[in-house]
């Protein structure tokens, strides 16, 4: 069984910081493309940063310059640094992933539960 598990969310003042941390755990073969997705009270889903297994990112315009994606393949961990935190940013953040089991079947996209993220002075 795999599991994502994220942590690090909170209540931030504007123009502050967070690193948002998502693990992998269970019988897992290989992580291919990771990445963090986020969604507001009343708003869709959207895409925030996508990393690769060789560590290529991409990040949707509202973030650029202020976040930070990362992963650490040791520990089958990654991480989302956000710096410059607007009430905008408000949202649950939930981490997904693109991971083949050790049990040789298919890969399969999962995801974590997500975390609260509130930028509020």
Known sequence: QVQLVESGGG?????????????????????YNMGWYRQAPGK???????????GSTNYADSVKGRFTISRDNAKNTMYLQMNSLLPDDTAVYSCKGDIRPRDGGPTYRYWGQGTQVTVSS
């Open 11 to 31: 209540l931030v003042q504007p123009g502050g910081s967070l690193r948002l941390s998502c693990a992998a755990s269970g019988s897992i073969f290989s992580i």
């Open 44 to 54: 869709q889903r959207e895409l925030v940063a996508l990393i690769t297994s060789g």
